[in-house]
């Protein structure tokens, strides 16, 4: 039928990957067509701080598990608010970290 619109797929948000003090950060956000249970809002994301190969800070959303972030070894929830709250959630625990 002619001025239907299909099923929205998802859409690329931001994307980075830069070298940042010790090590490295790289990240990826979408905005989805559906939330990721058990979230509520319409994006899927990886955000993640690396120094010589681990992971010293991380933020993502996955099916079952939800919005949490890594500090070290720790996991623990997270609030998402919207994008740009989150990346400077991100870059703070990334400072921090240094």
Same mark, same amino acid.
């Given at each position: 039928?002619?001025?239907?619109?299909?099923?929205?797929?998802?859409?690329?948000?931001? #994307? !980075?990957k830069q070298?940042? @003090?010790?090590?490295?950060?790289?990240?990826?956000?979408? #905005?989805?067509p559906?939330?990721?249970?058990?979230?509520?809002?319409?994006?899927?994301?990886?955000?993640?701080?690396?120094?010589?190969?681990?992971?010293v800070? $991380?933020?993502?959303?996955?099916? @079952?598990? $939800? /919005?949490?972030?890594?500090?070290?070894?720790?996991?623990?929830?997270y609030? !998402?608010?919207?994008?740009p709250?989150?990346?400077? /959630? !991100?870059?703070?625990?990334v400072?921090?970290? #240094?």
């Amino acid at each position: 039928m002619r001025g239907m619109i299909g099923p929205m797929k998802a859409v690329l948000v931001h #994307q !980075f990957k830069q070298v940042f @003090g010790r090590g490295r950060i790289e990240g990826v956000i979408w #905005q989805v067509p559906d939330a990721v249970p058990p979230t509520r809002h319409g994006y899927k994301y990886r955000l993640v701080y690396v120094v010589d190969g681990v992971r010293v800070v $991380g933020y993502d959303n996955e099916r @079952g598990k $939800g /919005d949490h972030r890594h500090i070290g070894r720790k996991e623990m929830s997270y609030r !998402f608010v919207d994008v740009p709250t989150l990346l400077k /959630d !991100f870059l703070r625990d990334v400072e921090e970290a #240094q």
